[in-house]
Each structure stands twice: as structure tokens, then as C-alpha cells.
């Protein structure tokens, strides 16, 4: 089992740049007593054979590898909790990946850290655009780098000035939410 569901997102996220996605989309939810975490992008999706085995740990589409473990691991973390997980790529292409765990349940992991788990992915992938929504009872907060870039002109999000707005706005969005960072 993976220590929180930051290490999980960390997961769908690297699966989205793998498959070359242009736009990812990343959900952290409290839906009523349920936590949701999701991931939905633009990228090549799953093949019909792959999505069918996506929960199987002995398959992989990583060219060399025998083995393939993060969406096992997050079906495994969502089951165990008493939750649900999904998997959606429409044949057109995309995926949709999203865990659903209860809130309260004992075996549910900590969130962990979600600013440190996206932003750094975000700042290191030029050319791919996220949005990030983080919702929690009445409280909604989300980042679009698209309306940010347009704002920038040719300033990159690497700019430590970007940056540090970019964290510090993640740190209100997460305060306004309720998602605390772990310490």
C-alpha cells in the first residue's frame, strides 16, 4: 500500500504525461462523507485490452516492463477502504481516473501533500496545461494555467516570483478548502 493519496496522484499524474497528454485536469473532492480524487486528461488513453486490465498488476503498457502497480495500488487503497474506483477512455482518447473513499474510514490513507505532489509537476511540464479544483462542503478553489500563462505573456511558471504566487496561491486554495498540508 502507498503511504497517502498524494503518492497515488503523483501516480495518475506521471500517467498523464506518459501518454502524452496537452491538458490534465486534477480533483480533490469532499463530496459529502466520501474524499474523491481524480485525474482526467487528453492523452492517448487505454486500448480496450488495457482498460479491461488496468487493475491487473501484471500488465503494463511501459515498453520493458513485466509489471505495472499505480492503478492496482489506488484500486487496492479505494477497495480496502470501502470505496469505489473508475476508470473511463472514450475511444476517441482520454482517461478519466478517479477514487472515491470514505471520509471517516479507518483504512483510508492521509491526503498528504497536494501542493507539493502538483505544483513542481506543473512548473516541469512546458506545454501542458492543468487545471487543479479543490472542493470541500460549500468552499470551491481552482487553478487554471491556461488564464495564468495568458496573464504571463512570455514569463515562464519557473520564474521564482511565478512560482512563489503559484504556491502561495495553492496554500489559500487548500486554507479555503480544508485540505491541509501534512507537517
Same mark, same amino acid.
Given at each position: 500500500?502507498? /503511504?497517502?493519496?498524494?503518492?497515488?496522484l503523483?501516480? @495518475?499524474? &506521471?500517467?498523464? *504525461?506518459? +501518454?502524452?497528454?496537452? %491538458?490534465?485536469?486534477?480533483?480533490?473532492?469532499?463530496?459529502?462523507?466520501?474524499? !474523491?480524487?481524480?485525474?482526467?486528461?487528453? /492523452?492517448?488513453?487505454?486500448? #480496450?485490452?488495457?482498460? &479491461?486490465? +488496468?487493475c491487473?498488476?501484471?500488465?503494463?503498457?511501459?515498453p520493458?516492463?513485466?509489471?505495472? @502497480?499505480? *492503478?492496482?495500488? @489506488?484500486?487496492?487503497?479505494a477497495? &480496502?477502504?470501502?470505496?469505489? $474506483?473508475?476508470?473511463?477512455?472514450?475511444?476517441?482518447?482520454?482517461?478519466?481516473? #478517479?477514487?472515491? *473513499?470514505?471520509?471517516?474510514?479507518?483504512?483510508?490513507p492521509?491526503?498528504?501533500?497536494?501542493?507539493?505532489? !502538483? *505544483?513542481?509537476?506543473?512548473?516541469?511540464?512546458?506545454? !501542458?496545461? $492543468?487545471? !487543479?479544483?479543490?472542493? %470541500?462542503?460549500?468552499?470551491?478553489?481552482?487553478?487554471?494555467?491556461?488564464?495564468?500563462?495568458?496573464?504571463?505573456?512570455?514569463?515562464?511558471?519557473?520564474h521564482?516570483?511565478?512560482?512563489?504566487?503559484?504556491?502561495?496561491?495553492?496554500?489559500? /486554495?487548500?486554507?479555503?478548502t480544508?485540505?491541509?498540508?501534512? #507537517?
Open positions: 500500500m502507498i /503511504g497517502d493519496l498524494c503518492m497515488h503523483a501516480d @495518475l499524474l &506521471q500517467n498523464s *504525461l506518459r +501518454a502524452g497528454a496537452r %491538458h490534465i485536469e486534477v480533483g480533490i473532492e469532499r463530496r459529502g462523507d466520501c474524499l !474523491v480524487l481524480w485525474v482526467a486528461d487528453d /492523452g492517448s488513453g487505454f486500448s #480496450e485490452d488495457g482498460h &479491461q486490465r +488496468a491487473d498488476p501484471f500488465y503494463t503498457s511501459k520493458g516492463r513485466q509489471v505495472g @502497480l499505480g *492503478l492496482p495500488l @489506488l484500486c487496492q487503497t477497495e &480496502q477502504a470501502g470505496g469505489e $474506483f473508475s476508470l473511463r477512455s472514450p475511444e476517441e482518447g482520454g482517461t478519466r481516473v #478517479e477514487a472515491r *473513499l470514505p471520509w471517516d474510514h479507518p483504512d483510508r492521509p491526503l498528504g501533500d497536494p501542493l507539493g505532489t !502538483v *505544483l513542481p509537476l506543473i512548473a516541469t511540464s512546458p506545454g !501542458v496545461e $492543468f487545471v !487543479v479544483r479543490l472542493r %470541500h462542503d460549500h468552499a470551491a478553489w481552482e487553478l487554471d494555467t491556461r488564464e495564468i500563462r495568458a496573464a504571463l505573456g512570455d514569463v515562464p511558471l519557473t521564482g516570483e511565478v512560482f512563489t504566487f503559484l504556491e502561495e496561491e495553492f496554500r489559500e /486554495g487548500l486554507k479555503l480544508g485540505f491541509k498540508e501534512d #507537517e
